[in-house]
């Protein structure tokens, strides 16, 4: 079973990309975690990509690296790509040998998006994330290090600005292929975050249960 989740910065994916991989027991792999293992390993395609890490990788470097990345042990039962296709280019290039079983794609206000962004807040060692909203804290509970706001995440709109011209369309795309689940946030009411999240959580796993 091959996930992709899709959706804007803050939208919640990465949260649920990690139960989902819990409950089905596969990897969560986001495309910046396998830049990051292939350039420590030093293979072939981690060093081509190095050259690019300050600007955009082309998207031939990304899909091989992907590829390299689901060809391995731990994938073989299915994986959660987070971040992965991002670009209709990237989708029709993959799917040329690939396949997705299905992308999650969370719609969400930018509103909202902008609010999340700016409560979020990064362990530095062990990168796990926390919002200022539910946790007042400035170390991390899980390893104790310090949390801190991405350089990424200081740049709010042009984050926003780049996902509309280059990934939203890959919702229609999707769409017509029939891969293509969606799920409103707007529409789900919960009297907590946390009550959110579960809610989500238990519609995408209905979807994907019908799968196996």
């Not at 690296?65 to 296709?85: A, H, K, M, T, W």
């Not at 998006?113 to 994330?129: H, M, P, S």
């Not at 990424?152 to 280059?166: A, C, G, H, L, P």
């Amino acid at each position: 079973m091959i996930i992709s989740m899709l959706g804007a910065p803050g939208c919640g994916k990465g949260t649920q990309a990690k139960k989902l991989s819990a409950k089905y027991n596969i990897p969560h792999i986001s495309t910046g975690d396998i830049f990051r293992k292939a350039i420590a390993e030093k293979t072939e395609t981690g060093l081509l990509a190095q050259k690019y890490m300050s600007k955009l990788v082309p998207d031939e470097i990304v899909i091989k690296l992907v590829e390299e990345r689901l060809s391995q042990p731990d994938c073989q039962n299915g994986v959660i790509l987070d971040g992965f296709p991002r670009t209709v280019n990237q989708a029709e290039q993959y799917l040329k040998t690939g396949k997705l079983d299905k992308v999650i794609y969370f719609d969400i206000d930018d509103k909202v998006v902008v609010d999340r962004i700016l409560a979020r807040r990064t362990c530095q060692d062990c990168g796990e994330i926390y919002s200022t909203d539910t946790y007042a804290k400035t170390t991390c509970e899980k390893c104790g290090g310090n949390l801190v706001v991405r350089p990424e995440d200081s740049k709010i709109q042009e984050r926003i600005d780049t996902y509309n011209t280059e990934t939203f369309p890959l919702v229609e795309y999707f769409r017509n292929k029939n891969l293509l689940f969606e799920v409103d946030t707007k529409a789900i009411v919960a009297t907590t975050p946390e009550e959110q999240i579960q809610e989500i959580f238990n519609k995408i796993t209905s979807e994907l249960d019908k799968l196996l």
